[in-house]
């Protein structure tokens, strides 16, 4: 269902999810307002990234501990997807804490990470990707992926709502939210997109609009399907509409900008 999220530049710019708010859930998806990058990094940026230069690790690092403070936290309580647009989802607690900011990161790729301990704040990242948190209030369990076009049409969404009942959810209680990403009014792709996603069911043609310039592709309805089909209540996922690359007051884009941008974030803990 589509949502209007809660936007606030207090004490940073970032959105509140309505339905998760409701479920109890702790968490945020970032805009570019606050922080302490400059440049074309300049504010709330979430990666280093691989610009030339690329930004200050310590500038990340205090960025996700302003994040993390805001949500009773500190950035030695972070544990940082390692995102590689893989659908690997690992399953964390309060030995993952730092990962990836005040520790080393994952050794593999780990585009979805799930947790049921307090005291642990997951976080993934996007620039135009869709960024999902999951959670289940009633079993307390969290979630949260980095979806781009691999991880959506490897279902990553879903994969990572299964991992999340294997630590004890149920689907009928989880709540699930997208944040700020590049939608179909923007996402222009290529006719080998379409055969790629296409060739893996039929079905996905759904997602794609046709129109006299070009092929767009609709992540966030193909993200809903996936997680409705893995048995996610409809009225339990919200989209928040916000498209990444319509509001360069307000988000980073990799499309817009190419490596030369920032990077937002979406943060969830118990």
């Given at each position: 269902?589509?949502?209007?999220?809660?936007?606030?530049?207090?004490p940073?710019?970032?959105?509140?999810?309505?339905?998760?708010?409701?479920?109890?859930?702790?968490?945020?998806?970032?805009?570019?307002?606050?922080?302490v990058?400059?440049?074309?990094?300049?504010?709330?940026n979430?990666?280093?990234?691989?610009?030339?230069?690329?930004?200050?690790?310590e500038?990340?690092?205090?960025?996700?501990?302003?994040?993390a403070?805001?949500?009773?936290?500190?950035?030695?309580d972070?544990c940082?997807?390692?995102?590689?647009h893989?659908?690997?989802?690992?399953?964390?607690?309060?030995?993952?804490?730092?990962?990836?900011l005040?520790?080393?990161?994952?050794?593999?790729?780990?585009?979805?990470?799930?947790?049921?301990?307090?005291?642990?704040?997951?976080?993934?990242?996007?620039?135009d990707?869709?960024?999902?948190?999951?959670?289940?209030?009633?079993?307390?369990?969290?979630?949260?992926?980095?979806?781009?076009?691999?991880?959506?049409?490897?279902?990553?969404?879903?994969?990572?709502?299964?991992?999340?009942?294997?630590?004890?959810?149920?689907?009928?209680?989880?709540?699930?939210?997208?944040?700020?990403?590049?939608?179909?009014?923007?996402?222009?792709?290529?006719?080998?997109?379409?055969?790629t996603?296409?060739?893996?069911?039929?079905q996905?043609h759904?997602?794609?609009?046709k129109?006299?310039?070009?092929?767009?592709?609709?992540?966030?309805?193909?993200?809903?399907?996936?997680?409705?089909?893995?048995?996610?209540?409809?009225?339990?996922?919200?989209?928040?509409?916000?498209?990444?690359?319509?509001?360069?007051?307000?988000?980073?884009?990799?499309?817009?900008?190419?490596?030369?941008?920032?990077?937002?974030?979406a943060?969830?803990?118990?």
């Amino acid at each position: 269902m589509k949502e209007q999220f809660i936007y606030s530049q207090k004490p940073f710019g970032h959105l509140v999810s309505p339905s998760l708010k409701k479920a109890g859930a702790a968490h945020l998806f970032t805009a570019k307002e606050g922080g302490v990058s400059t440049g074309v990094y300049s504010g709330f940026n979430f990666a280093a990234g691989s610009g030339n230069p690329p930004d200050k690790w310590e500038n990340v690092v205090e960025n996700h501990r302003i994040a993390a403070e805001y949500l009773g936290l500190s950035a030695e309580d972070v544990c940082r997807s390692y995102q590689t647009h893989s659908s690997t989802v690992k399953t964390v607690g309060k030995a993952h804490r730092g990962t990836g900011l005040t520790k080393p990161p994952f050794d593999m790729g780990v585009d979805g990470l799930v947790c049921a301990e307090e005291g642990v704040l997951l976080s993934v990242r996007g620039a135009d990707c869709v960024t999902v948190l999951l959670y289940d209030g009633k079993n307390r369990v969290c979630g949260a992926c980095h979806s781009g076009w691999r991880g959506t049409l490897d279902k990553i969404a879903a994969k990572t709502a299964e991992a999340m009942c294997a630590i004890g959810a149920e689907k009928r209680h989880i709540v699930a939210a997208i944040g700020p990403s590049a939608r179909s009014c923007c996402y222009n792709v290529g006719e080998e997109l379409y055969e790629t996603f296409t060739a893996a069911d039929p079905q996905n043609h759904r997602f794609f609009e046709k129109r006299d310039n070009g092929l767009y592709l609709d992540l966030q309805n193909a993200v809903c399907a996936t997680l409705e089909e893995a048995g996610l209540m409809p009225q339990n996922i919200a989209d928040g509409g916000e498209c990444s690359i319509c509001r360069p007051d307000r988000y980073f884009s990799h499309r817009r900008s190419g490596v030369m941008r920032g990077t937002m974030a979406a943060f969830i803990t118990l």
